[in-house]
């Protein structure tokens, strides 16, 4: 079966089991993130503290780690969660927010993706490249070859880490290492509201719960938002703007159908 | 008066008043805690420093504990506010999120009824049954038998901690002890979007700020929340869903009065 | 060019150069003010750990130091920032949110008031007359006299501190220590949302990141909140209230144009 038809397969499964979504996430976005969680079906909880994410991990069906406030604590306590979540083969979902913008999170990107096997490592393309060029020859953001493609860099790096490796962007691009697929939704409005980038990697962790393709899964993700926020920007009136088309994301989301990503979704492989 | 009509009394009070209301919250939900305060007529304060909370809880008329997401640093903040508010007079709301999923949140909740003199404690079906069965026997979780009613359980908790105590769920259960109301108020679209609970707290102490009869401050909450979330929810049109629906909730919250609340509130008492 | 005309005039730049805007602030209103730094075409970034706001800040534009939820963390962060960026040339908007509500806080002011520059000085007429009052004779709220008139303790605040200093309120005022401005939009409705202060702190920060004329820059962080908060309040249908409102406030910010400020913006100066 295509990813594509896999994905939304998996919606309903979503919606059906309700699967507890564990977050370690950034105090900027964390209410966005949880109520997508909910608005696709899953549940979220926000355990932070590095006394309780182990146990709070052991309840839930997937794991995200977010480094967009990252701080000494709140990443030991990812190290300490994913470590569980691998003993336990749960999916752990890396958000790698701002890395190369400062080597406190350069370390913490570097420090949990050497202790913990990540299932789908989502980020923009500049952090990306920059995973993938520190990973190469550790040189940092300045190493990175402006000619190198993205669906090269995400190829190689899901082969050298594992894992599925999204880069989303105007085109999404999805890797597992071996294929590569691009999805085509998504409207630039996304661009116009803080946290999508954290709620999309939330999506991905819904769908990971209910399935080992995590390539699938990443796909899930990736095309929930790109969808929803095709419809919530057609939605907008006159004057209205930023503000309007997330209450309206949140809407979208929450009635987005397995059919819906069937006759939307924009996917190319190769 | 009946506690109900004594709760619509109190809401235009709170208008009048404009209280401050002291939250140590989580970092998850606490903007929506705060515009929650605003859309009833009460006033904010968000404040969480050990260094700091003492002071602040001086100006305050009521003050929230939610241990939503705790750290050492907060439960620690929570005890001195809350201590200072028991010595001030000041009524302290509790709600113990998560209480049962981690030791961490058992250890805050009952170093907290130990050392603070709660005014209403409310929480849902599963944190009120771990906080009673904890209480009788201390076993956890797993001492919790199955066929106890959580009318009793509310009833018995709040007896032995001289509180009101809430349960709140499709219907919910209002105890002090000695009667236990239930009110039928609500629409499952509350359990879309997070931070309803948490929210209601803050609604409860908006109303325990202007009065000391916990009982109807505690229902005044509840019906507040449960008769905005029905209004909300019928006026959602085709393909809205649970952005909207918050966003309609602080509208409604804000346009409720007194008359609304003795016209639509559903509560049966024994 | 008077400052009105001058901060129209800095709208489009925003758009066109899409500032950085680096954050120190609380945990409450944090999104909010993302987002409005995103709808006015600037760009947020909210990083607030000791180890990494020095290296965040080279890459920002303008920064902003918001004393909502501090911390000893937090304040030492903002210390670190401001002075980083006073050697670097990059204006400082200073927030000192319930200033006087508690010693941390005055403490917090203080330490950054004398350790470094501000542009722009921003809070509502308590805030700025208690740090007025405690320059002049450090004997706290009580040593205010009610007398004083609120654009005097501008004036004079922002000659000796040599910034310039925003009241926000139902009138606003502005000076650079010799002129002093009102600017009359806005509605009480932003008073019934959590942030509103926030936000326009955000917003003179985007105009000061395209202008070092700071009080066109302050001015144009005031007009756009309160031009964009009559819109989004004239916009309301029956039943719509302070949720509703907060989602037009964005949708206004993000349609404003030059024109628009130019049009509406009522600045009386003296």
């Not at 962007?169 to 954290?198: A, P």
Request: contains cysteine.
């Amino acid at each position: 079966m295509k990813p594509l038809k896999t994905a939304a397969f998996l919606l309903p499964l979503i919606k059906e089991k309700r699967p507890l979504i564990h977050h370690i996430t950034n105090f900027v976005t964390v209410n966005d993130c949880a109520n997508i969680t909910l608005a696709i079906g899953a549940s979220p909880i926000m355990a932070v503290h590095g006394r309780e994410v182990e146990e709070v991990v052991l309840g839930a069906s997937a794991l995200v780690l977010n480094i967009g406030t990252p701080t000494s604590n709140s990443v030991e306590s990812m190290l300490l969660a994913g470590e569980k979540a691998n003993e336990l083969g749960i999916p752990v979902i890396l958000d790698p927010v701002g890395v190369g913008i400062a080597k406190l999170r350069s370390r913490a990107a570097d420090n949990i993706l050497s202790r913990v096997k990540i299932a789908v490592l989502r980020g923009n393309a500049s952090e990306i490249r920059f995973l993938s060029g520190a990973s190469i020859d550790a040189k940092g953001v300045d190493s990175i070859c402006c000619g190198q493609n993205d669906d090269k860099i995400a190829r190689e790096l899901a082969a050298q880490l594992g894992c599925v490796v999204v880069i989303t962007g105007e085109w999404d691009i999805i890797s597992d290492g071996k294929k590569v697929y691009s999805t085509g939704n998504g409207h630039k409005m996304l661009t116009q509201i803080t946290g999508t980038g954290c709620m999309i990697s939330s999506l991905i962790a819904a769908f990971s719960a209910v399935s080992n393709n995590y390539l699938a899964a990443a796909m899930g993700g990736v095309l929930t938002m790109g969808i929803a926020g095709e419809a919530a920007y057609h939605s907008l009136g006159d004057r209205e703007g930023p503000g309007t088309f997330k209450v309206r994301l949140f809407d979208q989301v929450y009635n987005l159908t397995a059919d819906t990503i069937n006759k939307f979704g924009i996917v190319t492989g190769r």
